[in-house]
Structure formats: C-alpha cells, structure tokens
C-alpha cells in the first residue's frame, strides 16, 4: 500500500539528500507502509521521535507556526520516515492542518540524522501555506 507525500508540487519530486539539489532528485512522495494505521502518532509505538518547529510560507499577508514531534520511524526500502500531523498556530482568524510524511533521513557528524520536509497545508480563507524545513537532529 502507498501514501501519498504531501508536497508542494507534485510535478516536483521530494528532495531526499538536499532540497537545492534538483539533478539529484529522488522522488519520495510515494512511502511504502504495509499497515498504515500501525503509524499513527502514538508514543508508546517505540523509536525516536523528531522535533519540528517553524513558520509557513507567508500568504495573504501573514504565517503561521507549526509546533509538533513526528511519530516513531516508519521503515521503508530505503532507510525510515516519520509521519507529522498537527495544526498551525492560528493568525488572521483562521488555523490550517497538515499531515505528510518526512523524507529519509540525511546523516549528520556524531551519530545524529535529520529529515527534509516540505508539506502543503489544507486551505483555509482562501489560501493554503507551505511548511518547508528539517526536523530537529536526533539519534536512532
């Protein structure tokens, strides 16, 4: 069974070593979960979880933030993801949600790794906003 990666574009394929690196790209919108409903954002699940802390895009003259924790590591042919799920901060009268799945993890020095994300959200008072950014570093 496969889910579809929330991104941005889907003529854009998901960036999953660097998102400026287009030529390279791997097209990570379509993540492999053989029992989705296994994944949900439940603590008790195990593994490491991910921080994620930003502001969207800014449409219609405002952003929003996007405070949450990812779920536990979802493993897939080429490593693992998380999947993140929440709200935005509410601005201008409104909040949006937002649920997709990180892409692989991209390694950093001493043993911690980080995910690339890039999520549109639902649209709410006639515009959407995207989330675009990295998860907080962590060890496996």
């Avoid at 998901?14 to 029992?35: G, K, L, T």
């Avoid at 995207?130 to 962590?138: D, L, M, P, W």
């Amino acid at each position: 069974m496969y889910h579809l990666y929330q991104g941005v574009d889907p003529r854009i394929p998901y960036i999953s070593a660097h998102p400026s690196n287009y030529e390279q790209a791997h097209d990570f919108r379509r993540v492999p979960i053989s029992n989705p409903s296994r994944y949900t954002m439940n603590p008790y699940n195990g593994g490491h979880t991910h921080a994620h802390f930003g502001a969207t895009t800014c449409q219609d003259g405002h952003t929003h933030i996007h405070p949450g924790v990812t779920s536990n590591p979802i493993p897939t042919p080429d490593g693992h993801v998380h999947r993140m799920e929440g709200n935005t901060s509410y601005m201008d009268e409104h909040i949006h949600s937002y649920e997709a799945f990180t892409g692989p993890k991209i390694p950093l020095p001493n043993g911690y790794h980080t995910h690339y994300v890039e999520i549109k959200t639902t649209e709410n008072d006639g515009h959407i906003h995207i989330i675009r950014g990295f998860t907080e570093a962590s060890k496996e």
